[in-house]
């Protein structure tokens, strides 16, 4: 079973909505991170938290906010998303990021869908 | 040039066969590397890191060659659960280390 949960597993929604994304660690890691998966596309890093603070935002579009409480949870709010934002949203956690940071861990992801 | 560059195959191969991937980094800086799995609609996960000395876990040996920035994965005696994705992954040198992913070669291993 994974140390990392993601909610909810499946998401659709209209442009005009506003939805979260849940991520939650149970392994006591100091970084988390959001990652999204398209189709034929690598994962592209979106966004990295090292102890609470943002330490990467990969030129990510503002309608994806992300906001880290603490160590062990990180949401990604969702507002006027565009049907190309559909995609495999993966959180991953990790000891620490950075240099030799260490395996990341992965949920099992949230796949959106925009209509 | 894409930073983390691997060839997305298919490769297929029957059950018992040798099989190698490779993939190559743009960024001299990096660190750390790692060959992550993915199974088809399920989440990456760790298969072995990559040291400078080249490492085997059973049936897997990962190398890395920093002078020619590549890293390689060889599987011997394929089982049919080895098909799935192979994801290639750097810690690259950005503000931070950050893990960059490759976007995988998929691998089918047929009876």
């Known amino acids: 079973e994974t140390g990392v949960t993601q909610t909810p597993r499946h998401l659709v929604m209209g442009m005009t909505n506003k939805k979260s994304l849940k991520c939650e660690q149970h392994l006591g890691h100091n970084a988390m991170y959001w990652y999204k998966q398209s189709a034929k596309k690598p994962l592209e890093l979106m966004f990295v938290y090292n102890f609470k603070e943002q330490t990467e935002n990969n030129s990510v579009p503002s309608r994806f906010s992300p906001e880290c409480p603490n160590s062990s949870h990180l949401f990604l709010h969702l507002h006027t998303l565009q049907p190309e934002d559909s995609a495999l949203y993966l959180c991953?956690?990790?000891?620490?990021?950075?240099?030799?940071?260490?395996?990341?861990?992965f949920g099992e992801g949230s796949r959106l869908t925009v209509l | 040039r894409k930073e983390v560059e691997q060839d997305p195959g298919p490769f297929n191969v029957p059950e018992g066969a040798t099989v190698a991937f490779n993939c190559t980094y743009s960024n001299s800086a990096s660190q750390s590397f790692f060959w992550y799995r993915q199974d088809c609609r399920k989440e990456p996960k760790l298969l072995m890191s990559?040291?400078?000395s080249g490492n085997e876990d059973g049936r897997f040996t990962a190398q890395l060659n920093r002078a020619s920035q590549y890293i390689s994965l060889l599987i011997r005696d394929s089982k049919l659960s080895d098909s799935a994705t192979y994801l290639c992954v750097v810690n690259m040198r950005g503000g931070s280390y950050i893990p960059t992913f490759g976007r995988g070669t998929s691998l089918i291993v047929h009876p």
């Open positions: 991953a956690s990790s000891p620490a990021s950075g240099g030799s940071g260490g395996e990341l861990f």
């Open positions: 990559v040291y400078s």
